[in-house]
């Protein structure tokens, strides 16, 4: 009988173990579920900041209305009850010191990806300003990768949702091959959200209460995609 004992309790014990790594109340699989009504966890990521402000035009940084936009977002989707984290909240940069140029930019770049991974992040919006000495009209748009159809939908429904702003140049949603995009398994997309050298397009993007329309229309985009499941 000692000597069931001698292998019954350890053997009991890694069953126990067991169970509790795989049990839906194991601390493991709590800390991955998101608090919010929607099963929906958004990686907003304001483009840019530290080294490296974005596009320029007449003082405007590409980094900081990147950055406003963000917030406004979060609290946005905040009010819907749909949980959202930023990758950066101040005027900062994830590339590794020491690196110069691309492969700053690339680990930059890298490290954004890697926190909506490490977060379990399930949607990923990375925002952006436009400038193009070629551009004839404004208007914001969505990008997202080719090989994700879910990603498609999401930035369909997001890009109808920005038609609806007042004035908005109405462009279409496109795929694209961007790094931020082509490396993530999650719903993810770039949101150009107007040109810096339009003069239409730039009073706007600089007034606060237009920023906080944009990250409305954004924030019901993605409540109507979650509907949609
Ligand atoms: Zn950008």
Not at 158 to 168: E, R, T, V, Y
Not at 193 to 215: E, F, H, T, V
Request: proline share 7%; glycine share 6%.
């Amino acid at each position: 009988m000692k000597r069931f004992w001698h292998y019954a309790l350890p053997l009991f014990l890694i069953l126990v173990f067991a169970a509790f790594l795989v049990s839906p109340l194991s601390p493991a699989k709590k800390a991955l579920t998101v608090p919010g009504k929607w099963p929906a966890y958004v990686m907003i990521d304001p483009g840019h900041g530290g080294y490296d402000p974005g596009v320029l035009s007449d003082g405007l940084r590409e980094a900081d209305l990147a950055l406003s936009i963000g917030k406004e977002l979060q609290k946005e989707l905040a009010d819907q009850m749909i949980p959202a984290v930023m990758t950066r909240s101040t005027d900062i940069d994830f590339a590794q010191p020491g690196l110069r140029g691309i492969t700053a930019k690339r680990s930059d770049l890298a490290r954004r990806v890697n926190m909506a991974f490490e977060q379990g992040a399930t949607m990923y919006i990375s925002l952006h300003a436009n400038v193009s000495p070629l551009a004839t009209r404004g208007g914001a748009e969505v990008f997202y990768p080719a090989d994700l159809p879910e990603a498609k939908k999401l930035a369909e429904i997001i890009q109808k949702k920005l038609h609806a702003l007042p004035g908005m140049t109405k462009r279409d949603a496109k795929a694209a091959n961007y790094y931020l995009l082509r490396n993530q398994n999650i719903p993810a997309l770039i949101i150009e959200c107007g040109y810096l050298n339009i003069s239409g397009d730039r009073s706007k993007l600089i007034s606060p209460p237009y920023q906080r329309q944009l990250a409305q229309a954004i924030a019901e985009g993605v409540q109507e995609y979650l509907d949609s499941k």
